[in-house]
């Protein structure tokens, strides 16, 4: 059965900053003046049938995918667009990064999400207060610079994290177990998402003549090279904790062989003791000493100046 009625996380009519709430069952996506704002949570039942219905074919796709990368892409008369955000949901990690799927034409940004995405919260509260973005360029801009600035605090928090292991590093010479490897799995995370959604705003920036006013590009073309930018920290702190990893892992090396080093020069000084001591322990007729009492010290300062002669000569050679 056809739902009638769908239960949006937002929808307002927003003209010349000033947001009204669409009180409207099944809202349509556009809006006689200004811009309708349409959020939905994907969980909805009612949304594929309504993005059926008032969306094209690939947008209403492209809206309730189970999974999605960063991407920006015109289509027909309207833009698909995906963006990524830091998870700030308590509970979750940061690196593990909620999606937001947007179809933008010049009348309507319809968006949904599976899980809370704070930039695009906040505007949803400024919109309850009567307060949006003036314009559709402007909302892409504002959440494109929320998203990227949440990334930055992130960001930063790893690089921070960085500089302690490498300070803990150099200092103590040993690091608690799983601690750079945890971190490295959550720079590679974070990059593997942050990188396609710079491609992804450079594509938004570069969209002229459709949609954004100039200074609303060069605000997302800021954007866009702070997200260059943040991907190139990301890389910068990957390759730096790769070079802690290699320095803890040779220094584990060193060590090892230094220590086999050690072993194998004091089985080659016993060998030969154990040689001589195990020849003189066999139980047979003939073995001479038997009858002389002093036979086993005899034997005992043998085997001492064997041994200190084997560590001279070891010493000589350059062994130890």
Not at 217 to 238: F, M, P, Q, W, Y
Request: charged share 20%; proline share 4%; with cysteine.
């Amino acid at each position: 059965m056809k739902p009638n009625i769908i239960s949006p996380i937002a929808a307002f009519d927003i003209v010349s900053g000033n947001a009204t709430a669409v009180d409207d069952a099944w809202p349509a996506p556009h809006c006689e003046s200004g811009y309708r704002w349409l959020h939905f949570d994907l969980a909805d039942e009612g949304l594929m049938v309504w993005a059926e219905e008032h969306l094209p074919e690939i947008a209403a796709r492209a809206l309730c995918q189970a999974e999605t990368r960063p991407r920006c892409e015109r289509f027909e008369d309207g833009l698909i667009l995906n963006l990524r955000g830091v998870n700030l949901n308590p509970g979750a990690d940061p690196e593990d990064m909620v999606s937001l799927r947007l179809w933008v034409t010049q009348s309507a940004i319809v968006s949904a999400r599976k899980r809370k995405v704070w930039a695009a919260d906040t505007i949803r509260q400024a919109a309850n207060a009567g307060k949006g973005p003036i314009s559709i360029g402007h909302f892409l801009s504002e959440l494109a610079h929320g998203l990227t600035a949440r990334i930055e605090t992130v960001s930063l928090a790893l690089e921070e994290q960085a500089d302690e292991l490498e300070d803990i590093g150099s200092e103590r010479g040993h690091l608690a177990s799983g601690t750079l490897s945890k971190l490295r799995q959550v720079v590679i995370k974070m990059r593997r998402f942050i990188n396609p959604q710079r491609e992804a705003i450079a594509a938004l920036a570069s969209l002229e003549g459709w949609l954004m006013e100039p200074n609303e590009l060069a605000h997302v073309g800021e954007t866009s090279n702070r997200t260059r930018r943040l991907v190139e920290e990301l890389d910068a702190t990957r390759d730096r904790l790769t070079a802690l990893q290699d320095s803890i892992d040779a220094e584990r090396s060193h060590v090892l062989g230094r220590n086999s080093y050690v072993l194998s020069v004091v089985a080659a000084i016993f060998l030969p003791l154990g040689f001589l001591t195990g020849l003189f322990g066999v139980n047979v007729g003939g073995m001479p000493g038997i009858q002389e009492q002093n036979a086993f010290w005899i034997l005992a300062g043998v085997s001492l100046a064997c041994g200190l002669a084997l560590f001279w000569i070891f010493k000589f050679a350059k062994w130890l």
